[in-house]
């Protein structure tokens, strides 16, 4: 399978929606082995009740199974039943606990049956008929967990994990579904949780193939895909335009750095049509510059890039999530490496728009390259609202770890709506301040600003203070994902490296301005 075809378009099952679960089982096809029928199992007398139902419904003495097997109802423990060949229309029952029947706990459900399902044929969901929001998580943690990083091979990418072919989401027992509703539930969550399974396959890419370059030529095969208009800004037209911190960064490299512009323009748009633009810190290899990393510290850093593969993720979903709004995407490119041409501390560099900034360390590049694309936002583009995310700083992992990504913004409705987003998607943002106590810390002798403070903490906050420098007056916010952006386990709706943290959040947020 060509490379690309691994990252851009990574395979996931074929879904679809039969309203009863006699139909659904009736309808099966392909090879009998490959087969299973997945049923839920809540807390309570309710959720075993429900369960008996769809094990009937497959020609089971329910009673007799679930007394056998004693399926437990915690989140996501899966409870496989394997059934005599030829004797039912499946061989194998999977009831995984539901827990106390949360969106939460159907997400964890979910995931581990994406995990358990990997690699079968044609599978039967019996979950139709919950809530919106719970059979949306379903869906997404299933598409999420049934995916593996790649694996590079003599013949390039290849896929880590092959999902079910085929998934059927049914009702249970002779409970239905509203097949359009549940069908569209079910369509708009596997786009979203395929856009983020692009995002963590651009990020998991080897950095000796994933160059700037290499990240706008994907920019531009996703933008003939998904009907997005593309510009890409190479090292002469960054010098020509003024982009010096993009430039500064990538200036040790031996290959230069890119500023890529996307844009989903709605069919129905208007001058008068809102218009949001994303911002995604692209550093597709970040060795701290001269001031180097250590070894250990660069073993993830290929993933530095993450805020700019989610933001390509997001805009290419847009079409078929059908969002209503202008959405631009800007994606700051650059190695950071060790070179004759590196940047130093005590430099001071010119950004777009003009400001001075004086550099205090090198291993600081993100907000560097995130300063130039927001000035040019804020500048050139007349957002309603502006976003950036980026795998920004060591200080946000070290305050939240991986359970959540402080948000900072100069808007509140703008940082609720993207919290209350993430609450949907099970991506959790934190509210923090922009405290400008620490502002005066950013104060430079020698240029308008320093990029980074010494003497003080807040290390977080330091950073979202000295973006918000670059965004004029706008309802702006930072979403600083150097914690959740990155799995040390494959568990639950992440696999081992990179996350994709954010794409289904913003997906969520850009749906609902309608």
């Known amino acids: 399978m060509p490379r690309d075809d691994v990252i851009l378009a990574p395979r996931t099952s074929s879904w679809s929606v039969d309203p009863r679960l006699e139909d659904a089982l009736s309808a099966l096809a392909g090879d009998a082995e490959r087969r299973a029928l997945v049923v839920p199992v809540s807390e309570g007398d309710d959720g075993r009740a429900t369960a008996a139902t769809a094990l009937t419904a497959l020609g089971l003495d329910a009673d007799t199974v679930l007394a056998t097997h004693d399926p437990k109802a915690s989140a996501g423990r899966v409870t496989t039943v394997p059934l005599a060949p030829g004797a039912h229309p499946v061989r194998r029952v999977h009831l995984v606990g539901a827990g106390d029947g949360s969106a939460s706990a159907w997400r964890t459900a979910g995931a ?19 809530a919106g929001d719970h059979l949306a998580a379903w869906v997404e943690a299933v598409v999420l967990g049934s995916w593996a990083s790649p ?8 896929a880590g994990a092959e999902a079910a072919e085929r998934v059927v989401v049914t009702g249970t027992g002779t409970a239905t579904a509203s097949d359009a509703a549940t069908a569209r539930t079910v369509e708009r969550a596997v786009a979203r949780a395929t856009a983020q399974l692009v995002a963590r396959g651009l990020a998991h890419t080897p950095s000796n193939t994933k160059n700037p ?3 706008a030529g994907r920019a531009r095969a996703l933008a003939r895909t998904t009907g997005l208009e593309v510009t890409v800004w190479d090292e002469k037209e960054l010098r020509r335009d003024g982009f010096g911190g993009i430039l500064a960064v990538g200036q040790g490299s031996a290959t230069p750095p890119r500023l890529v512009r996307l844009d989903h323009v709605p069919s129905a748009a208007t001058p008068r049509t809102p218009r949001v633009v994303l911002v995604g810190k692209g550093i597709t290899f970040d060795t701290g510059g001269l001031q180097v990393k250590p070894g250990d510290g660069m073993l993830a850093m290929k993933t530095d890039m993450s805020g700019s593969a989610i933001v390509l993720a997001v805009l290419a979903a847009c079409r078929a999530l059908e969002v209503p709004v202008h959405v631009t995407g800007l994606l700051a490119l650059a190695e950071n490496a060790v070179g004759g041409g590196s940047y130093r501390p005590g430099d001071v560099i010119t950004h777009y728009g003009g400001t001075t900034v004086e550099i205090g360390n090198t291993d600081a590049e993100g907000r560097l390259v995130m300063a130039d694309a927001l000035a040019y936002a804020d500048l050139e583009l007349d957002p309603t609202w502006l976003v950036d995310v980026a795998t920004l700083t060591g200080a946000a992992r070290i305050a939240l770890g991986r359970v959540a990504a402080p948000v900072f913004a100069t808007d509140d409705a703008l940082r609720d709506a993207l919290v209350d987003a993430g609450a949907t998607t099970g991506e959790t943002l934190w509210p923090m301040p922009l405290s400008d106590t620490y502002r005066r810390a950013l104060d430079s002798d020698v240029a308008d600003l320093n990029h980074i403070a010494t003497g003080v903490g807040g290390g977080a906050v330091i950073a979202a203070l000295f973006l918000r420098e670059f965004v004029g007056d706008r309802r702006w916010a930072h979403l600083d994902i150097a914690g959740t952006g990155r799995s040390d386990v494959d568990a639950g709706i992440s696999a081992k490296g990179a996350t994709g943290f954010g794409t289904r959040l913003l997906l969520r947020w850009l749906e609902g301005m309608r």
């Open 112 to 130: 581990a049956v994406g995990r358990a399902t990997r690699g079968a044929g044609h599978v039967v969901h019996a979950v139709a008929g919950s």
């Open 151 to 158: 694996r590079w091979t003599r013949d390039g990418a290849t």
């Open 213 to 215: 370059a290499w990240m």
